[in-house]
């Protein structure tokens, strides 16, 4: 007698144990001649929760030398079995559970989706609110997705169109954005991994993921985090009055998924970001499950581009990780408008190679100039050129003086067709890209005007640009751009004799009566129709834990109004330049020299050191 029938016979004494008889392949052929009631015995106790170990793996090595007779008939059986809870039971029941997959999907590819979309939902862990999330349950995690990986590798490596196939399963079981960070975290992680031994799945994977960070992205604005993170300091202030507190939380400090710090470092696959004072949980929950996300990410773009053991830079996973992640931007980035923060992932990347960084701003250039490029993509690409250049620290000066020998040349150009034109009028609506270009140019003079006018090299070069002739086009520019861009141009502008803005400015302000459109088509009233929004991609960056990947890339805001006195500056500069934003629709109302509102985007602090803005 075998041993599996010496555990049938055990089992058959037991209460929840139905004895049926014959070998499970007789019962699949009885169940075609009509035979049924041994076949439903047998899924009856297949889906039992309590089975035991040794009789579930008997009954794994006879159901796979079955697979054979498996066919659509017998779904309900092939069901019962995906369901079963293998990823967390003995390594002898995974090490038949996986044999008995392989023989499944080898024989009978109908249910090769199944599988698939059963180790797929096995990579989601199942987080309960009366369960804690302690050492021994980060433990049993690691050991189900690494489980569910491995049968994964076997399914894939028996099957080679798999592939194909499981695309859409990953989207499909991507879990819900108001989910918990952790089954984020978890999920995220484990796509990631995937990518190691699914290398054509790279791609793929990286856009999905992007496309749900971007739908959290958008349920997070900078207003909200802003306001969040306040309310969130006046709390701290509050708790360190008491010492007493501040050193008993020390000792058992939670991360974002509730983890103690002793156990974070106990479980390295999973560890989530700790909650320290420079990486702490964020009060919105969509922030915080974002921030959970980016920090991922940046980690496995860090990851995957170095050398773990030396730290070098890998050229080939490098460039081979940028145009994947540039695809991705193109299609999914570039048209959102209202993203704040995954952007983020192509600025940390470029980071790493000058030529990338060079990459970026000359396919952001191509869109640009592109005349078969929509119009809101082409101001788009406007939009992230000039924020990238402004805000990229390890972006040296040369690359914004080729970039600007880009772009005001296309700007005269521009101007030069137009003149003549019946077109040639102001109007937001014909000149889109134009002014959007401008906006640019302007932004990246201001944030940059300190590295020129050092030197007089640099303010002859500034000069030789023509900002005169921009300014005093037909097309008026400084009549649709930003208000607050407008003003702090012409504020420095005037102050180093470059150009004289505010002679227009004012004529501007005086022509602010609304105008007309007649049916044969005329000059509207730009003021009012004006979408040049205070969209500029990389304003600062708000996530708390994921910072610490952007923080000493990025360049903040340190000017100030030049008209006034060095002296005069006080705490009140601490302020961000949103505040100043103008929405579309406020009329452009000039300001004199000494009024400069702030920029948008900006966050202005107080003036410390200027080495910051010296040359790379």
Request: proline share 6%.
């Amino acid at each position: 007698m075998c041993e599996c029938d010496i555990m049938r016979g055990k089992e058959a004494i037991g209460v929840k144990s139905v004895r049926f008889g014959g070998e499970i392949v007789e019962v699949l052929k009885n169940f075609k001649r009509g035979q049924e009631t041994e076949y439903h015995l047998l899924v009856h106790q297949l889906s039992d929760p309590d089975i035991k170990s040794q009789t579930l793996i008997c009954w794994l090595k006879e159901l796979k030398g079955c697979v054979a007779f498996m066919t659509k008939e017998f779904e309900t059986l092939v069901g019962v079995i995906l369901k079963m809870n293998w990823a967390n039971s003995e390594d002898e029941v995974v090490k038949e559970y996986l044999s008995f997959l392989g023989n499944l999907v080898s024989a009978q590819t109908f249910y090769l989706r199944a599988c698939l979309k059963m180790l797929v939902k096995t990579l989601v862990p199942r987080v309960s609110s009366d369960v804690p999330l302690d050492e021994s349950k980060i433990e049993e995690y690691n050991r189900i997705f690494e489980n569910a990986h491995s049968a994964l590798q076997r399914v894939l490596h028996i099957v080679p169109l798999a592939p194909k196939f499981l695309a859409p399963v990953l989207v499909d079981c991507f879990p819900y954005m108001k989910k918990d960070a952790f089954v984020q975290e978890c999920y995220v992680r484990n796509l990631l991994q995937m990518t190691s031994y699914v290398p054509s799945l790279r791609l793929p994977i990286l856009e999905l993921i992007i496309d749900r960070m971007i739908r959290i992205d958008v349920h997070a604005p900078k207003h909200e985090l802003e306001e969040d993170e306040e309310e969130d300091a006046e709390d701290e202030t509050m708790e360190h009055q008491d010492d007493t507190s501040i050193l008993f939380e020390m000792d058992g400090m939670e991360c974002s998924s509730g983890k103690t710090t002793e156990q974070v470092k106990s479980a390295p696959e999973l560890a989530v970001t700790m909650e320290t004072g420079e990486s702490k949980r964020m009060t919105h929950e969509m922030g915080d499950r974002l921030d959970v996300m980016m920090t991922v990410m940046l980690q496995y773009i860090k990851d995957s581009c170095l050398n773990k053991d030396t730290g070098e830079l890998q050229t080939q996973p490098t460039i081979e990780m940028f145009r994947h992640l540039l695809t991705a931007f193109e299609k999914l980035l570039l048209p959102t408008h209202a993203s704040c923060h995954v952007q983020f992932l192509v600025f940390y990347i470029t980071s790493l190679r000058q030529d990338l960084a060079d990459a970026f701003l000359n396919f952001c250039w191509r869109k640009v100039q592109s005349p078969n490029t929509p119009v809101i993509l082409r101001q788009a690409a406007a939009a992230y050129m000039a924020s990238f250049l402004a805000r990229a620290n390890f972006v040296p000066l040369s690359t914004v003086i080729a970039c600007l020998d880009l772009l005001l040349p296309w700007i005269h150009r521009y101007i030069d067709d137009q003149d003549g034109s019946t077109r040639s009028y102001p109007d937001v609506n014909l000149h889109g890209t134009f002014y959007s270009v401008c906006q640019a140019v302007l932004y990246m003079f201001v944030f940059r005007h300190k590295q020129f006018v050092e030197s007089k090299k640099g303010l002859n070069y500034i000069r030789g640009l023509n900002f005169d002739r921009v300014i005093n086009c037909r097309l008026n520019p400084l009549k649709v751009c930003l208000p607050t861009i407008v003003n702090m141009f012409a504020s420095i502008t005037r102050m180093y004799q470059i150009v004289m803005c505010y002679t227009i400015m004012e004529r501007n302000n005086r022509s602010v009566l609304p105008v007309v459109a007649s049916s044969q088509g005329g000059p509207t009233d730009v003021t009012n129709l004006n979408p040049l929004d205070a969209f500029f991609p990389f304003d600062p960056y708000m996530l708390s834990r994921s910072k610490r990947f952007i923080q000493p890339l990025y360049q903040e805001w340190e000017g100030s109004d030049p008209d006034q006195d060095e002296g005069t500056n006080s705490e009140e500069d601490e302020d961000d330049f949103l505040q100043g934003a103008m929405s579309p629709g406020t009329p452009h109302m000039g300001t004199t020299p000494g009024s400069i509102p702030e920029l948008p985007g900006f966050r202005k602090r107080r003036r410390t050191d200027s080495s910051c803005l010296s040359p790379p």
